[in-house]
């Protein structure tokens, strides 16, 4: 599996309800495409949300996200961690 940092622009305010219920949407569903979410962040002030995943490849985050009501902007693959 590859881990992956997806990134949301415009979401302009979202609170932590929002955040939760959009990482839940991905949850329910990552299963049909292989994907494991592991974690969501947030900026309100900003609008931009990022998403840690692994996944078999980035096509398979994007159906998911985009299953789930809101397609990632941008999708990188993050092939080096510590």
Same mark, same amino acid.
């Given at each position: 599996m590859?881990?992956?940092m $997806?990134v &949301?622009h415009?979401?302009?305010?979202?609170?932590a *309800? *929002? @955040?939760e219920?959009? &990482?839940?949407?991905?949850l /329910?569903?990552e299963?049909s *495409?292989?994907?494991?979410?592991?974690?969501? #962040? =947030? $900026?309100? /002030?900003?609008?931009t949300? #990022?998403?840690l995943? *692994? =996944?078999p490849?980035? $096509? /398979?985050v994007? +159906?998911?996200h985009? +299953? =789930?009501g &809101?397609k990632? $902007?941008e999708? &990188?693959?993050v092939p @080096?961690?510590v």
């Amino acid at each position: 599996m590859a881990t992956f940092m $997806d990134v &949301h622009h415009g979401m302009d305010g979202i609170t932590a *309800e *929002e @955040l939760e219920a959009a &990482h839940q949407a991905d949850l /329910a569903i990552e299963r049909s *495409e292989g994907v494991t979410f592991k974690q969501a #962040w =947030a $900026d309100p /002030a900003s609008g931009t949300v #990022w998403c840690l995943s *692994e =996944a078999p490849s980035a $096509d /398979a985050v994007q +159906r998911v996200h985009e +299953r =789930a009501g &809101h397609k990632p $902007d941008e999708i &990188h693959s993050v092939p @080096l961690s510590v």
